[in-house]
């Protein structure tokens, strides 16, 4: 059975540093693109950042440009966002989500990705 568990989440000052984990069971992150995303209270989902399955392409929002890195470790099937210099506006549930390499290049919008974790919150507050 496929699998997404995000974990990582909490409370953090502006300008601080968290790193969330999308732990992935069930399927090869070598076939898979893995995609960040993100929903503030009252907003629509939006694409964050994603990694794809070979590892060697990762794109980003603009709003996260030079301030969030995604990596992925294949020996544990596990994908990181590295999240630092954050914002209040960068408050919102993290879901990481999965799609298989045949639907294309990247990851896809929110309502083209296939598998989804349940999310972690992300509270940036001082």
């Known amino acids: 059975q496929l699998r997404l568990e995000e974990s990582g989440g909490g409370l953090v000052q502006p300008g601080g540093s968290l790193r969330l984990s999308c732990a992935a069971s069930?399927?090869?992150?070598?076939?898979?693109?893995i995609g960040w995303y993100r929903q503030a209270p009252g907003k629509e989902r939006e694409g964050v950042s994603c990694?794809?399955?070979?590892?060697?392409?990762?794109q980003y929002a603009d709003s996260v440009k030079g301030r969030f890195t995604v990596s992925r470790d294949i020996t544990t099937n596990t994908v990181y966002l590295q999240m630092s210099s954050l914002k209040p506006e960068d408050t919102a549930v993290y879901h990481c989500?999965?799609?298989?390499?045949?639907?294309?290049?990247?990851?896809?919008?929110?309502?083209?990705?296939?598998?989804w974790g349940k999310g972690t919150l992300v509270i940036v507050s001082s």
């Open positions: 069930g399927f090869s992150l070598g076939h898979f693109h």
């Open positions: 989500a999965a799609v298989h390499v045949t639907v294309g290049t990247m990851c896809r919008p929110p309502d083209g990705m296939a598998y």
């Open positions: 990694i794809t399955s070979s590892g060697t392409a990762s």
